[in-house]
């Protein structure tokens, strides 16, 4: 069974267009996050929901938007899409919201604004 | 300012030779550091932590505070082990840091 898992795989769309990411974890963990890698395979945080609640936003546009309708979830809605998005998008999970938390990574979602 | 800085891109060594993956972080709490695996085509996944000392894939790091370093050391490489890998430091709370990443290639 996949821990964490994320549709779609890849994803292209047109620039101004509006699209979402879906996460999902079956691993009971209680706290999420988003990463965005970019193409030079720098990895950075975007957002930390702990029991749905959002813990950690990091400096992203307002037209990113994330929600978590339970724990289990954690979806990214982007909005008007810019060629700047374009970059891998990893979903994670994680037991321990602090220290110790090993973090379970889903496969990645492709962006690809043209 | 909380950093953690992953100085080579790219690390090219033969099979069986010595290698050695650069971290250094910045941070002035007690850390909490990791290292992380990506192979080709494979999520991301945790290859260490410094807590637990412990080996895999004959792979090491040690945490050296005075030097703020944490590098990944294993002493013979092999083909497998060519991979992109990322230096983690988890603050206080919900974060966690990643350095740019250093991608091995290990050659036959």
């Known amino acids: 069974d996949t821990a964490v898992s994320q549709t779609p795989k890849y994803l292209v769309t047109q620039m101004g267009n509006d699209k979402s990411i879906k996460c999902e974890q079956n691993l009971g963990h209680d706290t999420m996050y988003w990463y965005k890698q970019d193409s030079k395979k720098f990895l950075k945080i975007m957002f930390s929901y702990n029991n749905k609640e959002l813990i950690i936003n990091e400096t992203v546009p307002n037209r990113f938007s994330p929600k978590s309708p339970d724990k289990a979830h954690l979806n990214l809605h982007i909005n008007s899409l810019e060629l700047g998005d374009s970059a891998v998008y990893f979903c994670?999970?994680?037991?321990?919201?602090?220290?110790?938390?090993?973090?379970?990574f889903g496969p990645g979602t492709r962006l690809t604004v043209t | 300012a909380q950093r953690v800085t992953q100085p080579e891109k790219l690390l090219s060594v033969f099979k069986g030779a010595p290698v050695e993956l650069k971290c250094n972080y910045s941070?002035?709490?007690?850390?909490?550091l990791f290292w992380y695996v990506q192979y080709s085509r494979q999520r991301l996944q945790l290859l260490l932590r410094?807590?637990s000392r412990e080996s895999i894939k004959g792979f090491t790091a040690d945490l050296n505070k005075g030097e703020t370093s944490f590098h990944l050391k294993k002493p013979f490489a092999q083909e497998e082990d060519s991979a992109m890998y990322y230096c983690?430091?988890?603050?206080?709370?919900?974060?966690?840091?990643f350095g740019a990443g250093t991608r091995l290639f290990v050659k036959a």
């Open positions: 410094h807590i």
């Open positions: 994670a999970s994680s037991q321990d919201a602090g220290f110790r938390g090993e973090q379970y």
């Open positions: 941070y002035s709490g007690s850390p909490e």
């Open positions: 983690a430091l988890m603050t206080g709370g919900f974060k966690t840091i």
